[in-house]
C-alpha cells in the first residue's frame, strides 16, 4: 500500500538550517507533483511548497520563499524540503503528500509528519 | 490568495444526528474543493474530492456537494469514530489553501 515516510525533524537553533526528508513507496512516486504541508501545534493546515512530477517546477508559500528549498530524487523514491534561515514560527509538524492532481493539490496521502520545533 | 471560511469553527452532536459543515471561498473555485478529517495526532485523510466524489474506503454517510464558493459536507447519521477535526481545501489555484477547521464533539 502507499506509505510516505518523513524524517529528519527535531529541535534547532533560531537561524540553522534542517532538512526533512520523505520516502515513499507503493506507487509511481516519479509520476506524482509532491507537496510539504506543515500544522503549528493546536493550528490548522498550512500549505509549504510543492514540486512538479519532474522536479521542473517548484512553487513556494510566502512564507517559505527564499528559505525553503523542496526538491526530489526520483532514482531514491524521496522528497526533500530544505529548511534554513529558521524562525521560531516555522515550528510546526510538517507532512509530505502526493497529489493526485499533480500541481494543484489534491492531497490523497500523507506521511505521519515530522516535527520540527525551532527554539533558542 | 483564495480564502476559505469554514463554519461553525466548532459543533457539538449526537450519535445518530445529521450533521453539516459549510465551506465558502473567497472567489469562485468551480468544483476543486476536497474536504479531509484529521483526528488528534494523527495526519489528515481526503474525504470528498472535487466537491462531491467520496474517496475509495470512505463510509457512504459522508458527503459533499456545492460548486463555485458555497460548499457543504454533511454526515448523515454521526458515528462516535467521526470525532475529529474537518478542514476544506481549495485547489483551483496555487497556494493551495485550507480552511480553519471545524472540531467535532460527541454531545
Redesign the interface.
Given at each position: 500500500q502507499v506509505q510516505l515516510v518523513e524524517s529528519g525533524g527535531g529541535v534547532v537553533q533560531p537561524g540553522r538550517s534542517l532538512r526533512l526528508s520523505c520516502v515513499a513507496s507503493g506507487f509511481s512516486f516519479s509520476s506524482y507533483g509532491m507537496h510539504w504541508v506543515r500544522q503549528a501545534s493546536g493550528k490548522g493546515l498550512e500549505w509549504v511548497a510543492v514540486i512538479s512530477y519532474d522536479g521542473s517546477n517548484r512553487y513556494y508559500a510566502d512564507s517559505a520563499k527564499g528559505r525553503f528549498t523542496i526538491s526530489r530524487d526520483n532514482s531514491k523514491n524521496t522528497l526533500y524540503l530544505q529548511m534554513n534561515s529558521l524562525r521560531v514560527e516555522d515550528t510546526a509538524v510538517y507532512y509530505c503528500a502526493s497529489s493526485r492532481s499533480g500541481w494543484y493539490g489534491l492531497f490523497d496521502n500523507w506521511g505521519q509528519g515530522a516535527l520540527v520545533t525551532v527554539s533558542s | 490568495d483564495f480564502q476559505m471560511t469554514q463554519s461553525p469553527s466548532s459543533l457539538s452532536a449526537s450519535v445518530g444526528d445529521r450533521v453539516t459543515i459549510t465551506c465558502q471561498a473567497s472567489q469562485g473555485i468551480q468544483k476543486?474543493l476536497?474536504w479531509?478529517q484529521?483526528k488528534p495526532g494523527k495526519?489528515?485523510?481526503?474525504l470528498i474530492?472535487?466537491a462531491s466524489n467520496l474517496?475509495t474506503g470512505v463510509p457512504s454517510r459522508f458527503s459533499g456537494s456545492g460548486f463555485g464558493t458555497d460548499f457543504t459536507l454533511t454526515i448523515s447519521s454521526l458515528q462516535p469514530e467521526d470525532i475529529a477535526t474537518y478542514?476544506c481545501?481549495q485547489?483551483?489555484?496555487?497556494?493551495?489553501?485550507?480552511?480553519?477547521?471545524t472540531k467535532l464533539e460527541i454531545k
Open positions: - | 476543486y476536497n479531509y484529521q495526519a489528515p485523510k481526503l474530492y472535487d474517496e478542514y481545501q485547489y483551483h489555484n496555487l497556494p493551495p489553501t485550507f480552511g480553519q477547521g
